[in-house]
């Protein structure tokens, strides 16, 4: 027969048999000292066998930080734990772990997802796991646009449309700076045909490309003979 003790000797009898299971024990103190004693046909075993129980505080998760994109793809996740490691999740109980450690990239995802951060120390989780969101920002397109024709060293008035956002007009397919901003914008006096280039921006996200817009210019015409 397994005899359980609080104290090495003596001491009042606290649960017999194997396995023992201790009342609740507190985290005030690291661990707790058990002692176990073997008794056969009236002979006990001596001295009593040590038996420790540590108590771990349970790991918190310290701060989180969530991440964005701009159109589908993976997006980077932060977390920091008061101890141990940070483990990911998609619900906010149960389920199964879908990485570790921080930064955590998340899957492919379109549509702006929260995951769990929980953290696990020497086997104990966090009591509550924090909720992490992982943004996903529409990127505007343009939706149509609209050429001009004029004479030679006319003006023409081109214009664009987009999803959201603000449309900037553009000398080239990339880079450089604006020329205008808005749905409209008035050329220059044109000397020859000339393409433009226009892109919608939102607070965060900027189309893919460019989008040309013809600005045509025509050569007048001459009165060749008259009779």
Same mark, same amino acid.
């Given at each position: 027969?397994?005899?359980?003790? +609080?104290?090495?000797?003596?001491?009042?009898?606290?649960?017999?048999g194997?396995?023992? &299971? @201790?009342?609740?024990l507190? @985290?005030?103190?690291?661990?707790?000292a058990?002692y176990?004693?073997?008794?056969?046909n009236g002979c006990?075993?001596?001295?009593r %066998?040590?038996?420790d129980?540590?108590?771990?505080?349970?790991?918190?998760?310290s701060s989180?930080?969530g991440?964005? +994109?701009?159109?589908?793809?993976?997006?980077?996740?932060?977390?920091t734990?008061?101890?141990?490691?940070?483990?990911?999740?998609?619900?906010?109980?149960?389920?199964?772990?879908?990485?570790?450690g921080?930064?955590?990239? %998340?899957?492919s995802?379109s549509?702006?997802?929260?995951?769990?951060?929980?953290?696990?120390?020497?086997?104990?989780?966090?009591?509550?796991?924090?909720?992490?969101?992982?943004?996903?920002?529409?990127?505007? &397109?343009?939706?149509?646009? &609209?050429g001009?024709?004029?004479?030679?060293n006319?003006?023409?008035?081109?214009s664009?449309?987009?999803?959201?956002?603000?449309i900037?007009?553009?000398?080239?397919?990339?880079?450089?700076?604006?020329?205008?901003?808005? &749905?409209?914008?008035? @050329?220059p006096?044109l000397?020859?045909?000339?393409d433009?280039?226009?892109?919608?921006?939102?607070?965060?996200?900027?189309?893919?490309?460019?989008?040309s817009?013809?600005?045509?210019?025509?050569?007048?015409?001459?009165?060749?003979?008259?009779?």
């Amino acid at each position: 027969t397994y005899s359980w003790y +609080r104290a090495s000797s003596g001491g009042t009898l606290v649960g017999t048999g194997s396995p023992y &299971t @201790t009342p609740v024990l507190l @985290t005030s103190i690291g661990y707790y000292a058990y002692y176990v004693e073997a008794t056969n046909n009236g002979c006990t075993s001596s001295p009593r %066998t040590l038996v420790d129980v540590n108590v771990n505080n349970l790991p918190t998760v310290s701060s989180s930080t969530g991440g964005s +994109r701009c159109g589908t793809g993976s997006v980077n996740l932060s977390a920091t734990a008061s101890a141990g490691t940070i483990n990911w999740y998609t619900t906010n109980a149960g389920g199964s772990s879908i990485g570790s450690g921080s930064p955590f990239a %998340t899957p492919s995802i379109s549509t702006t997802t929260t995951y769990y951060a929980e953290a696990s120390n020497s086997g104990c989780p966090s009591a509550a796991r924090s909720a992490v969101t992982a943004t996903v920002n529409a990127i505007p &397109t343009i939706n149509s646009v &609209t050429g001009a024709t004029v004479c030679v060293n006319g003006a023409a008035n081109l214009s664009a449309t987009a999803s959201a956002g603000t449309i900037s007009w553009f000398a080239n397919p990339s880079g450089g700076a604006a020329l205008a901003t808005g &749905t409209s914008f008035t @050329t220059p006096s044109l000397p020859s045909t000339t393409d433009y280039y226009v892109q919608a921006a939102t607070a965060t996200c900027t189309t893919a490309s460019r989008t040309s817009v013809t600005a045509s210019a025509v050569t007048n015409t001459t009165i060749t003979s008259v009779t």
